[in-house]
């Protein structure tokens, strides 16, 4: 239902994660990918209130790391 409501703001390939704005509110969300080996789970998550969400998209976003 998020991103329905949401516009893709950028995404990083080498990162396998997008940031997309919520038209309505104006939240903005990341997605990300995780990957076993055996099969992928992508999920979404706030993304931090930064001021420049675009810079830590591509600087510093991390996603889940396996354990």
Known sequence: MI???????TQSDEKW????????CGT?????CYSSGH????????APPTGDSVRWL???AAGL???
């Open 28 to 32: 903005e969300w990341a997605e990300a």
């Open 65 to 67: 790391l396996p354990s």
């Open 17 to 24: 994660m997008r940031l997309y704005r919520c038209r309505t």
């Open 3 to 9: 991103l329905a409501n949401a516009d893709l703001i």
């Open 39 to 46: 099969m992928e789970i992508y999920y979404l998550f706030p």
């Open 58 to 60: 591509h600087e510093e």
